[in-house]
């Protein structure tokens, strides 16, 4: 079962239900699950094997595997709701434009999430849209006491979705200028921000972008690893990729 909702012009909300769910562990706020869908141009679930260095289809194929933010699950009714962008011809943008209830998947995980600390009195959080899901659950998880700046890149104005209510918290959207390179918005935005010794920081994007934040971070600044959690969620060039990379 599949549920289908549409949260903006670009972004739909998924709910995958089944009895395989059942007891599906709650994640940490900005987790991760693997989707799996059927390979474009058939409705036939494939499942996979393991080589040993990736997953694999019959013949040597990759699937159409991604990673996604979990945005809510209920253990009990068995169900598990994923964002999808739906931006430009990609495996699952595309997927998710068409599907209708009755359409298979299968569902991993969930992957790491973020922890926040109960007592860090300020957190930066930046993103792009394929971010914003992660950004709302850390927003519900952060302390009302603490200070919050958010900064996040849209391609264009409809990007922009409600975020949850934070007493503490500013948000600021950026929008991608014409023929500007994904997450370039984002990079510029986080490199022009003043971080101060007691913010956390957690960043999600674009990879390429993302490795450009981390080296200022990490390398300009010298922000202490342990302060800054800093993930690539998708790769230019690789439509419809969204792809965890370990947090440093």
Same mark, same amino acid.
């Given at each position: 079962?599949?549920?289908?909702?549409?949260?903006?012009?670009?972004? $739909?909300?998924?709910?995958?239900?089944?009895?395989?769910?059942?007891?599906?562990?709650?994640?940490?706020?900005?987790?991760?699950?693997?989707?799996?869908?059927?390979?474009?141009? !058939?409705?036939?679930?494939?499942?996979?094997?393991?080589?040993?260095?990736?997953?694999?289809?019959?013949?040597?194929?990759?699937?159409?595997?991604?990673?996604?933010?979990?945005?809510?699950?209920?253990?009990?009714?068995?169900?598990?709701?994923?964002?999808?962008?739906?931006?430009?011809?990609?495996?699952?943008?595309?997927?998710?434009?068409?599907?209708?209830?009755?359409?298979?998947?299968?569902?991993?995980?969930?992957?790491?999430?973020? !922890?926040?600390?109960?007592?860090?009195?300020?957190?930066?959080?930046?993103?792009?849209?394929?971010?914003?899901?992660?950004?709302?659950?850390?927003?519900?998880?952060?302390?009302?006491?603490? !200070?919050?700046?958010?900064?996040?890149?849209?391609?264009?104005?409809?990007?922009?979705?409600?975020?949850?209510?934070?007493?503490?918290? !500013?948000?600021?959207?950026?929008?991608?200028?014409?023929?500007?390179?994904?997450?370039?918005?984002?990079?510029?935005?986080?490199?022009?921000?003043?971080?101060?010794?007691?913010? $956390?920081?957690?960043?999600?994007?674009?990879?390429?972008?993302?490795?450009?934040?981390?080296?200022?971070?990490?390398?300009?600044?010298?922000?202490? $690893?342990?302060?800054?959690?800093?993930?690539?969620?998708?790769?230019?060039?690789?439509?419809?990729?969204?792809?965890?990379?370990?947090?440093?």
């Amino acid at each position: 079962m599949i549920a289908i909702e549409d949260l903006g012009p670009r972004l $739909r909300r998924l709910t995958i239900g089944g009895p395989d769910l059942t007891g599906f562990p709650v994640p940490l706020p900005g987790a991760s699950v693997r989707l799996l869908v059927p390979s474009p141009g !058939t409705s036939r679930l494939e499942m996979p094997a393991w080589t040993g260095n990736e997953w694999l289809l019959p013949g040597g194929k990759r699937p159409a595997l991604r990673t996604f933010t979990p945005l809510a699950v209920d253990p009990e009714a068995g169900t598990l709701a994923v964002a999808v962008v739906l931006h430009g011809p990609g495996v699952i943008s595309d997927w998710a434009r068409t599907v209708d209830a009755g359409a298979p998947c299968a569902v991993s995980g969930p992957g790491r999430g973020y !922890t926040v600390e109960a007592t860090a009195p300020a957190f930066v959080l930046v993103g792009d849209e394929t971010a914003l899901p992660a950004i709302g659950q850390l927003l519900e998880a952060i302390p009302a006491a603490a !200070t919050v700046r958010v900064h996040v890149e849209v391609a264009s104005p409809d990007g922009r979705i409600a975020l949850p209510s934070h007493p503490r918290a !500013t948000v600021v959207w950026h929008e991608l200028g014409d023929h500007a390179d994904p997450g370039s918005a984002m990079a510029i935005a986080t490199t022009t921000l003043e971080i101060g010794p007691d913010d $956390r920081i957690w960043v999600a994007g674009e990879a390429a972008s993302v490795q450009r934040i981390r080296r200022h971070l990490f390398d300009t600044l010298g922000v202490p $690893r342990s302060r800054a959690t800093v993930r690539g969620y998708w790769k230019r060039g690789r439509a419809g990729d969204v792809e965890d990379s370990a947090p440093d």
